[in-house]
Each structure stands twice: as structure tokens, then as C-alpha cells.
């Protein structure tokens, strides 16, 4: 049987700087957004993720996109 993938609804991650560490190492922190369109272009999410991390009160340090799939036989 062959296996077909259907996508599901992305997320996006939003890594934020919060601080530094006693030894020098930068603490990072998540906030994750669910529920993204699959069908959402690359550039678009970046740009709302760019948007919301001017909002925060920590500097964003990274960008996450992570895609859900599920796997069925066909």
C-alpha cells in the first residue's frame, strides 16, 4: 500500500532572548503560535512573525516554522 501525506495546520515559533545566564549562555525562550495555514507562504509568515516580534518586550532571536502532517495509507 502506498502512503499518502495530508497536510495539517502549521505552527510558528517565536524564539525570544530573555536574558543571559550566569555563565555568559543566552536564555531563550519559546511562544508558540498554532493553527498557521499549511498553504501559507514562507515569506508571509515571516513577515507576521518579524510584525510580532517588534511587539514583544524581549528581542526575537529566531524564527520557527514547523509543519504537521499526517500520514495515511491509500
Known amino acids: 500500500m502506498a502512503v499518502t501525506k495530508v497536510p495539517g ?3 510558528l ?4 532572548h530573555v536574558g543571559t545566564s550566569g555563565t555568559g ?24 512573525a518579524t510584525s ?4 514583544q518586550d524581549y528581542a526575537l532571536n529566531g524564527i520557527i516554522r514547523v509543519d504537521n502532517a499526517t500520514m495515511i495509507e491509500a
Open 9 to 11: 495546520n502549521s505552527a
Open 13 to 16: 515559533k517565536l524564539v525570544l
Open 25 to 48: 549562555s543566552p536564555i531563550l525562550r519559546n511562544k508558540s503560535l498554532t493553527n498557521v495555514k499549511a498553504a501559507a507562504a514562507d515569506q508571509d509568515i515571516f513577515d507576521v
Open 52 to 55: 510580532l516580534g517588534s511587539l
